[in-house]
Nanobody, 123 residues
Framework: HVQLVESGGGSVQAGGSLRLACAVS????????MAWFRQAPGREREGVAG???????TYADFVKGRVSISKDNRENTLYLQMNNLKPEDTDMFYC??????????????????WGQGTQVTVS
């Protein structure tokens, strides 16, 4: 049974950086490709970045140049490095695994497994 646990969120000033982590309980074929999403209250969950089985990244246009997604298979952990954070980046961030489609989609309906989220607040 795959479980995802996010960490690393917090409060930061505009222009600052955060590194989010998503710990995977069990490594399997379902966790070879993973992604990060964000969601504000009352808004749809939107994709931030995804990473494929061989490490190829995909980024949403609104974060290109500011974030970097990576995956450490030895530690079973997915990361999201976020730099030059803006107040509009204030959201709950979620990691996802077990994609339904290939190539990877940054649409939330295209993923099966979700973590509980970690809050990012930028002021």
């Amino acid at each position: 049974h795959v479980q995802l646990v996010e960490s690393g969120g917090g409060s930061v000033q505009a222009g600052g950086s955060l590194r989010l982590a998503c710990a995977v309980s069990v490594r399997s074929s379902r966790t070879e490709s993973m992604a990060w999403f964000r969601q504000a209250p009352g808004r749809e969950r939107e994709g931030v970045a995804g990473i494929g089985r061989f490490g190829s990244p995909t980024y949403a246009d609104f974060v290109k140049g500011r974030v970097s997604i990576s995956k450490d298979n030895r530690e079973n952990t997915l990361y999201l490095q976020m730099n030059n954070l803006k107040p509009e980046d204030t959201d709950m961030f979620y990691c996802a695994a077990d994609p339904k489609t290939f190539p990877l989609s940054l649409r939330s309906y295209a993923w099966n497994i979700w973590g509980q989220g970690t809050q990012v607040t930028v002021s």
